[in-house]
């Protein structure tokens, strides 16, 4: 499952969590984050971002914890483009109950 | 929403709340004795931070949020209380992954490592065969470091690394390593040798030539995401396109070291007063030293680049690496004694012998092969005949 994840665009409709593995240090530009499992380090570019990736495990989608976060609906693509990104490394998986 | 979204590399350039990761050398003593030690390593210093002090950094590590340690040395697990500082770090949620020569890797270390999501294993090999290996960190080394392998692979430790620092003795064998790596179905990585501590004493002898150093970029390319490097190779992105990882030089602003005296210095390549911001032990501790040492205060300005703004090859290698500059001579503000633009090589051969820096610490072991002088002379005359002898011919010469 997670493999087929890296090739398809992003379901913004779909309910995602932080991966248990992964730690949030928040930063003036964004975060940073870090996957125990992988060790692998990534970086959010923007504060906005990190409160969506917070909001994910108590939202019911991932647009609505864009939305609730107040990211713009002209900047919800980019924002699962983020979001691809971070789900291809496993940094966020998709959760099956809502 | 903030509208300054500075590239990350301008972001790292003015420095974080805390490191990304440091390196922290638990003891500077060591089985071995490598000709490029970056430590000079050998014998412990009675100085030492204790087990205690040791759990007090851990705490601060916790509390500032650092993701993981790369714990190194000399040969940290010689230290009798390091299986219990790495279970303390991981029990605080800051992961350690430690560098070994592989000499405490047994199967039932392998065994316990294995297990743990929060530990990652780092072992040391220069030579993918053992007469070039052993020829750098010493007989039997390379057999020792290949049974640790042997031991992790058998554990089902996957994913292990295999940490090699590149000589002109070893840029050839780039593929071997690889084959290597994969054999114990483990991570290769590859750093940049410096001229630091004992590695001053033979730079001249081990640093890649020129052509080597553009064979060791084409492979690094080839391999891209493959290969670990430290991110320390930021020099040879002057080739042309960059390399995977951050390329700039972190010391101060997003990496830095803790030696095993506690003193903090700007990182693990600049053992020097120069580069030492405090220690751990002072009022404040660590989180103090890094936010706000007048030393990483200064790192953290804006640098000129010097001689180097002229470059068209400044923005991607930024000058290079700022201890390799220092321990060869080369001011701070020019270019890296291995810079690929040939930029360095006049200003290398201005530094008059012997005037370059040296380590401010060296803890290399004693028994080194090294003349002793002694006075050779003939005796004067014939030695005093001893009171006691009662030899009638005592004392006659014919």
Redesign the interface.
Do not use: V
């Given at each position: 499952m997670s493999t087929s994840t890296a090739v398809r665009p992003f379901d913004l409709d779909a309910a995602w969590h932080l991966h248990e593995?992964v730690?949030i240090?928040p930063?003036?530009?964004g975060a940073?984050l870090?996957h125990?499992?992988t060790?692998q380090?990534s970086?959010l570019?923007?504060?906005?971002l990190l409160q969506v990736v917070n909001a994910l495990a108590d939202s019911r989608t991932a647009r609505t914890a864009c939305v609730d976060a107040g990211v713009a609906a002209g900047d919800l693509a980019s924002y699962a483009t983020a979001l691809q990104t971070l789900a291809a490394s496993q940094m966020i998986c998709e959760r099956s109950t809502p | 929403?903030?509208a300054t979204?500075?590239p990350?590399v301008e972001?790292f350039q003015y420095g974080?709340?805390?490191p990304?990761c440091l390196t922290w050398e638990l003891t500077y003593a060591c089985n071995l004795s490598c000709v490029h030690c970056l430590s000079s390593s050998g014998r412990r210093d009675p100085r030492e931070l204790s087990t205690a002090e040791c759990n007090a950094v851990i705490d601060e590590l916790e509390r500032m949020?650092v993701?993981?340690v790369n714990i190194g040395g000399g040969e940290p697990t010689v230290r009798p209380d390091f299986w219990e500082l790495v279970d303390y770090a991981t029990e605080h949620?800051v992961?350690v992954?430690f560098s070994t020569n592989g000499v405490k890797i047994t199967p039932e270390v392998a065994l316990r490592l294995a297990t743990s999501?929060?530990v990652?294993v780092q072992i040391s090999l220069d030579g993918a065969t053992a007469d070039v290996n052993d020829a750098v960190r010493g007989d039997g080394s390379y057999a020792t470091a290949l049974r640790a392998m042997q031991n992790l692979a058998d554990a089902g430790f996957t994913?292990f690394k295999i940490s090699v620092v590149m000589t002109r003795q070893n840029v050839d064998q780039l593929d071997a390593f690889k084959a290597i790596a994969d054999r114990f179905a483990a991570q290769l990585r590859i750093t940049r040798l410096r001229p630091s501590g004992r590695g001053a004493d033979v730079w001249d002898e081990l640093h890649p030539t020129a052509a080597q150093q553009r064979v060791l970029y084409d492979w690094l390319v080839a391999h891209g995401d493959g290969v670990l490097t430290g991110d320390s190779f930021f020099h040879l992105a002057a080739f042309g396109e960059s390399l995977p990882g951050l390329n700039l030089c972190g010391a101060g602003r997003v990496v830095c070291l803790i030696d095993p005296v506690g003193d903090v210095y700007a990182c693990p390549f600049a053992i020097h007063e120069n580069f030492l911001a405090g220690n751990v032990r002072g009022d404040g501790g660590f989180t103090t030293v890094w936010r706000e040492s007048d030393l990483f205060t200064d790192l953290r300005r804006p640098q000129t680049g010097g001689a180097c703004m002229s470059c068209s090859a400044f923005d991607a290698c930024r000058g290079g690496c700022m201890a390799a500059k220092f321990f060869t001579g080369l001011p701070l503000d020019g270019p890296d004694p291995e810079c690929v633009k040939g930029n360095a090589d006049a200003a290398l051969l201005a530094v008059a012998s012997g005037s370059a820096p040296k380590p401010s610490l060296d803890h290399s072991h004693r028994t080194a092969r090294r003349p002793v002088p002694i006075t050779l002379g003939l005796r004067a005359s014939t030695p005093p005949v001893g009171a006691c002898n009662e030899n009638p011919l005592a004392g006659l010469a014919i």
């Open positions: 593995q730690s240090r930063e003036r530009f940073l870090y125990f499992g060790r380090l970086f570019k923007s504060p906005l | 929403m903030t979204a500075l990350l972001q974080l709340d805390a990304i949020q993701f993981y949620h992961g992954k999501d929060y990652d994913g």
